[in-house]
């Protein structure tokens, strides 16, 4: 029988006490109780949200040249970014999980934040629901491709993840790597009552605060945390704040090998404070002024590299002691952004940095 | 048997179900008027199938207003080898039974023909190289349609659902008459067929058929929009006229291609987590969203979609770094002849299957015009930059699969009936 038609029956036929049975099948009271409301007063920083969940491990499979991994946790409510307009996504009522899969490289384990994924759900030849998860970031569940997804009821469902080729630049021995499409698919086994078992947590006390929730380890799933500045290439030559995010600047000394143009070459690594993920799908722009006058100005790219990780960057021919830095960030991070992350990121003044 | 339906929404699904009791059925509920027969003398009729504009209701600002009904027949020829004058002639006479039967026009009757490469590729000779038909491909990095490769397809369309079915009936079923007109001759016995698809497009007809997958229960699209992603599109400035997609020369003149997918639409993402801004910013234009110039489905735009008024095709990629979005039209709109458009859109939504989709149909000089639209469409040089994704904030990519893909000419009138690849003309 289907949910909709059971809510009907008992809508229909009986009191009081059978509705309230029927709408517990129907998860709401789950859900009064695992969605707290929002914190209060929140501050345009990266804080704490007011709980945290658990996630539970899917399967893991190869898709060409990637590894993934489908987990799942309980449907919450999350952000998505359209320039610096920020909306709300909701929970619905049908809402049975969020739904998350993570990618990495095989062979470096670099987490690709920029990828093109897309997810099927299906019962036998019957498609249950098709649509892209949106590329996320969580304080405790990292950088994922996720969305609340409605399943019909407790069952066996296939799930079908299809990557695209990459579109970011890449460099290295990346290049020429991640340009055919992939796909993997997982088995899942959905149960209400197991889901519940899932670890929720509220934080009572420090929710709101600025800080962020430790990165949750699962054993075999790398987290798409970017180098410490110390073990970034090249020489740091600072590091920058803006809307709370983190910008080390780094210069090497030659231009990454699959680059057009010779020179030296900047390199700007945009992470979360904290917990160091990447801040993908930004436009980021420098400029570099020598006494006064520009000497180079440009964008930077977003690119994908085995050493520096994601990042943005240029051939800049020449960066001397002494240069200042501009930095200016044109569209914020349009990624989508868990509780405690949807106020930071999104006013992003300048920064500026003198070159030691 | 249909009560509680409104009318328009039986009407569709009648469409959709097809078959001689359908008819009956849809006939006794649509309002259709006693529509007079078509003209005895057919020798007025014009040079260009594809000709329907003239025919068109037009909208208070002046844009043609898509007939409100389509089926589409893909068929295989039956005979062996290459198509014999006696089965051209039957196929003709059977479709001037359609145009004796029903003024050529949207409250009477519109049909075209068109016929696929692998139709041609029955010839000895090949079309000459005043046709561009190319066989259909994949056109994008992330999409992988079945290919069409049936022969022909059969495009009719009508504002009245009663007026394709009969007509299906009498190609197709067993009606002797149609309209009052005697039929004599249909096309089961020269065709097999491939598939049948069916739509419809208009003010209110979406959220009427909304109960399909790939929109959300809450029934999100709006009572007025023509389409179920909820806006407008076919201004008469943003298509291409009848003339700019037409084939100058040779055999073929007069004639066009015709690109025809099927488009599974996934809204849920679309109606209950963007926000208007969103999606008027991924249709249209960041621009269009920042200075709130779409009002409702968009009507309030007139008869154009304000693209290069504002620069958007010009500055998609500064769009992309500065507001983090570039929208479909904007996109589109960079595939651009001499500064107008290329591509004449005669899409239509659809519940076939019980999916929300769209039948995206377009008419263009060659089909190197339509891959040009779509790799425009697909902005993947404008995902290399950083906060547009493949999908994400780029156009309307995210929310929609292509699934089939074929590609087709349309004949001029003379030459609609199981034309030679080199037809003497």
């Keep these: ?356 | 048997m249909d009560r509680g339906i409104p009318r328009r929404e039986f009407v569709k699904a009648a469409v959709a179900i097809g078959g001689s009791a359908a008819l009956a059925a849809c006939l006794q509920r649509e309002s259709t008027p006693e529509l007079p027969t078509g003209p005895d003398d057919l020798s007025e009729l014009p040079a260009r199938q594809h000709a329907w504009n003239d025919v068109l209701a037009t909208d208070d600002h002046g844009n043609d207003v898509a007939p409100k009904h389509h089926v589409l027949r893909l068929m295989d020829y039956s005979g062996a080898g290459p198509p014999s004058n006696a089965d051209r002639e039957t196929m003709e006479r059977s479709l001037r039974t359609l145009e004796r039967a029903y003024p050529r026009s949207h409250e009477g009757l519109l049909f075209t023909v068109s016929y696929s490469p692998a139709y041609f590729d029955g010839f000895d000779e090949p079309l000459p190289d005043s046709v561009d038909l190319q066989e259909p491909k994949a056109l994008a990095p992330f999409e992988e349609p079945a290919l069409d490769r049936s022969d022909a397809v059969l495009h009719l369309a009508s504002d009245y659902g009663s007026v394709v079915l009969a007509v299906e009936e009498a190609l197709f079923g067993d009606a002797e008459e149609l309209n009052g007109v005697s039929v004599e001759a249909g096309l089961d016995d020269l065709f097999d067929p491939v598939d049948r698809r069916t739509g419809f497009i208009g003010d209110g007809l979406p959220a009427d058929h909304q109960d399909v997958d790939g929109i959300p229960a809450s029934k999100p699209v709006p009572d007025d929009a023509p389409m179920y992603m909820g806006f407008k599109s076919g201004f008469k400035k943003n298509q291409a006229t009848e003339d700019a997609v037409s084939i100058q020369s040779g055999p073929f003149a007069d004639g066009t291609t015709q690109q025809l997918s099927l488009i599974r639409l996934h809204l849920q993402q679309w109606y209950e987590q963007d926000s208007r801004f969103h999606r008027v910013a991924t249709m249209f234009c960041p621009v269009h969203a920042d200075d709130g110039l779409v009002e409702g489905s968009g009507d309030n735009l007139g008869d154009t979609s304000l693209m290069t008024e504002r620069g958007c095709p010009a500055h998609a990629e500064d769009h992309a770094r500065e507001y983090g979005v570039v929208g479909h039209s904007q996109k589109s709109a960079r595939a651009r002849r001499d500064d107008t458009p290329i591509m004449l859109r005669r899409d239509f939504d659809s519940t076939d299957d019980g999916k929300a989709s769209l039948h995206f149909l377009s008419l263009q000089r060659t089909i190197s015009d339509f891959v040009d639209t779509r790799e425009a469409m697909n902005g993947t040089d404008l995902a290399e930059s950083g906060p547009v994704g493949q999908r994400t904030n780029n156009g309307i990519l995210q929310y929609m699969t292509v699934e089939r893909r074929g590609n087709y000419l349309l004949p001029p009138r003379a030459l609609r009936s199981l034309p030679e690849a080199q037809p003497d003309r």
Excluded at chain 1, 57 to 70: N, T
Excluded at chain 1, 77 to 103: I, K, Q
Excluded at chain 1, 283 to 292: C, E, H, M
Aim: negative net charge.
């Design chain 1, 1 to 356: 029988m289907k949910r909709r038609t059971l809510l009907k029956g008992g809508a229909g036929l009986a009191g009081l006490g059978s509705m309230a049975g029927c709408l517990a099948s129907l998860g709401f009271e789950r859900r009064s109780a695992r969605s707290p409301p929002l914190v209060e007063n929140r501050p345009d920083a990266v804080y704490i949200p007011s709980h945290i969940e658990g996630m539970q491990m899917v399967g893991m499979g190869k898709a060409g040249p990637y590894r993934a991994a489908l987990t799942v946790s309980f449907p919450h409510r999350f952000w998505l970014m359209t320039g610096r307009n920020r909306e709300m996504v909701e929970l619905r009522a049908e809402d049975s999980v969020h739904l998350m899969v993570s990618l990495w490289d095989a062979e470096t384990q670099v987490v690709p934040p920029t990828s093109d994924v897309t997810l099927e759900i299906s019962q036998g030849d019957e498609t249950v629901v098709q649509k892209a998860p949106w590329p996320m970031l969580s304080q405790n569940m990292g950088f994922h491709f996720g969305d609340n997804y409605a399943l019909p009821g407790d069952g066996t469902y296939s799930v079908s993840v299809k990557i695209g080729p990459m579109q970011t630049r890449r460099t290295g021995s990346f290049a020429g790597r991640f340009d055919d499409p992939a796909s993997v698919g997982f088995s899942y086994e959905y149960s209400r009552s197991a889901l519940n078992e899932l670890a929720f947590e509220t934080l009572d006390e420090t929710k709101g605060n600025e800080g962020a929730v430790e990165p949750m380890r699962m054993e075999m799933l790398p987290l798409a945390q970017l180098p410490e500045p110390d073990g970034l290439p090249g020489r740091v030559i600072g590091e920058a704040t803006s809307g709370d995010g983190r910008f080390v600047v780094s210069v090497l000394d030659e231009a990454l090998p699959g680059l057009d143009g010779s020179g030296q070459y900047l390199a700007v690594s945009a992470r979360t404070p904290y917990n160091r993920y990447p801040l993908p799908f930004m436009s980021l722009a420098s400029t570099i002024s020598r006494d006064g006058s520009t000497v180079v100005e440009g964008p930077l790219k977003a690119t994908l590299d085995p050493d520096l990780n994601y990042h943005y960057g240029a051939v800049a021919d020449d960066i001397s002691s002494g240069d200042t830095v501009e930095l200016e960030v044109g569209a914020p991070p349009q990624a989508a952004r868990h509780e405690g992350y949807e106020t930071a990121f999104v006013e992003m003044p300048s920064m500026s940095l003198d070159v030691p």
